[in-house]
């Protein structure tokens, strides 16, 4: 039974490049939340997404930042024009489609700017 | 404006001791709550849930409810220095959205 899985585990990117950090949900969960979190920090809440479906992404910066969950394949973050500010850990998390179901967390993309 | 409040610490407490995490929110119509342990540099991992008022007994660990003064707290029997995390709180109000606390740190001292 694979948890929830994301890759790449490390992102080192240039100011200005792009950022693409991928999500698989545990295999029966239709539901990806999508978390950043700084060093010595809380979890931020960024988007929430159903396959095909953007349910909530109040905590998503309005500007560079977009997700998308597609019908096939996994849930994509892509952050565009990447400032330094934007290193953090990301996390990605899954849950069934069912009241009281907990989330899971994945090993999150460290995401380096230099 | 729906809130988790948790004592960031640092708590530390002697190994064998029972380490006591507390955790209050905001909304009273929350229905399902969460402990997550986070080491750091990983990932946080669920440890605990719990939906009803009353103990929930898993191990070492239990999880305590009490919906009236809003309070769920974690407690760690017989501490081990593995347990030396910080400790995340999560609420869910029965919809999308989860609310995390910004966690408590513990260290278990041998």
């Known amino acids: 039974n694979a948890g929830v899985m994301q890759n790449p585990r490390h992102l080192v990117r240039r100011r200005g490049q792009e950022a693409r950090l991928r999500c698989s949900p545990m295999k029966g969960h239709s539901h990806v939340y999508w978390y950043r979190q700084l060093p010595e920090e809380g979890l931020k809440f960024m988007v929430y997404l159903q396959k095909e479906n953007i349910i909530d992404e109040s905590g998503m910066p309005k500007e560079r930042f977009s997700a998308e969950f597609p019908k096939e394949g996994p849930s994509i973050l892509r952050i565009q024009q990447v400032v330094r500010g934007d290193s953090a850990a990301y996390f990605c998390?899954?849950?069934?489609?069912?009241?009281?179901?907990?989330?899971?967390f994945g090993n999150g993309t460290r995401l380096t700017v230099t | 404006q729906k809130e988790v409040e948790q004592n960031s610490g640092p708590l530390s407490v002697p190994e064998g001791a029972i380490a006591s995490l507390n955790c209050t929110y905001s909304d009273r119509g929350s229905q399902s709550f969460f402990w997550y342990r986070q080491y750091s540099g990983k990932s946080p991992e669920l440890i605990m849930s719990i939906y009803s008022n009353g103990d929930k007994e898993d191990g070492r660990f239990t999880a305590q409810l009490n919906k009236a003064s809003q309070y769920v707290s974690l407690l760690i029997r017989d501490s081990q220095p593995s347990d030396s995390a910080t400790y995340l709180c999560?609420?869910?109000?029965?919809?999308?959205?989860?609310?995390f606390g910004t966690g408590t740190s513990l260290t278990v001292i041998p």
């Open positions: 998390a899954s849950s069934k489609r069912q009241v009281n179901s907990p989330l899971h």
């Open positions: 999560a609420v869910n109000e029965g919809g999308n959205q989860f609310y």
